[in-house]
């Protein structure tokens, strides 16, 4: 499979070996960068809508809280606790989905479902994924897709009205 990265390659097609050795490392730092200082890390006072994840496989525990202004995400923020991957996916969604309406962030948890969750020789072209695309890796770590899909399926939990959910 060809992967194709936006920046940094020339655009110049390497052997998949090699470039999923530097998109890793790229990734890794990402995510290291977003675990060590968490985007919107905190609660909501009056929140219009909250709920609490817990993927018990891992430990990660994640509380998602949102103000709505009719359909818009006027403001998303999250806390919790977690492994790497679980802070720094709640960390990206929050800030991907602030002012983004309920229907685009449906639409983006399913583009990064698939992402996460695609069969390892389907193309993948980094610039549609935009900030998501960090999580591309995920996928070679069955496990790790539940600790990075958490955030999203609180989020989701919290649309619908705040059920507690897990992922199992
Ligand atoms: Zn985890």
Not at 85 to 114: N, Q, V
């Amino acid at each position: 499979a060809v992967i194709r990265h936006p920046a940094g390659f020339g655009g110049t097609h390497i052997t998949q070996q090699y470039l999923m050795t530097e998109i890793q490392s790229l990734y890794q730092q990402v995510i290291l960068d977003h675990n060590k200082n968490p985007r919107n890390f905190g609660e909501i006072d009056h929140a219009t809508c909250s709920a609490a994840g817990h993927n018990p496989l891992c430990g990660d525990q994640i509380n998602i809280y949102l103000t709505l202004d009719g359909d818009v995400i006027s403001d998303i923020r999250f806390n919790g606790s977690g492994c790497a991957i679980a802070k720094s996916s709640g960390s990206i969604m929050t800030s991907i989905l602030k002012g983004k309406t309920i229907d685009e962030a449906e639409a983006l948890f399913g583009k990064f479902h698939h992402l996460v969750t695609a069969d390892m020789d389907e193309e993948f072209d980094a610039d549609d994924y935009g900030k998501l695309a960090v999580f591309a890796g995920v996928r070679e770590f069955p496990a790790r897709v539940k600790c990075a899909s958490l955030a999203w399926h609180t989020l989701k939990s919290a649309l619908e009205g705040g059920q507690i959910v897990t992922t199992e």
